[in-house]
């Protein structure tokens, strides 16, 4: 775990508001923790895919269908 | 947009697999700019969040609040 710098996770908050945005380090940590988590665990998927194709090698269209298809992002 | 490292995204996808997985690099930019997205997203209503609290400072309770109630990974 913790692949994903600080650095980046506050950059992506802080560009999602204007400039008057202050981010808390707890906020950023948390960012950064649960993109990692998703990107895992949509990883594990995108593997398997890979696989059960009969490749060793993950391709874009296997991130690309479990993001669209399997393991996806629903506003409540 | 592309605050997300390929570097960043490459080993997330490595991490969740064994060491013989092989990776494209569409797959690297695609989970790249998948997480930035959803991170985006996060941070837009994480923003709001504290903004309705009367807040200038995203807390680690927004993130959470959203990533569990709001915005959340649904798997298929």
Redesign the interface.
């Known amino acids: 775990m913790r692949?994903?710098?600080k650095a980046?996770?506050e950059?992506?908050?802080r560009?999602?508001?204007n400039k008057?945005?202050?981010?808390?380090d707890?906020?950023v940590?948390?960012?950064a923790e649960?993109?990692?988590k998703?990107?895992?665990?949509?990883?594990?998927d995108?593997?398997d895919m890979a696989e059960h194709a009969g490749r060793?090698?993950?391709?874009?269209t296997?991130?690309?269908w479990v993001?669209e298809?399997?393991?996806?992002?629903?506003?409540?």
């Open positions: 692949e994903i710098p980046v996770a950059r992506i908050i560009n999602a508001g008057s945005v202050r981010v808390s707890g906020a940590v948390k960012m649960w993109l990692e998703v990107g895992t665990e949509i990883s594990k995108a593997i060793k090698t993950v391709k874009e296997d991130i690309e993001t298809h399997s393991f996806t992002m629903v506003k409540r």
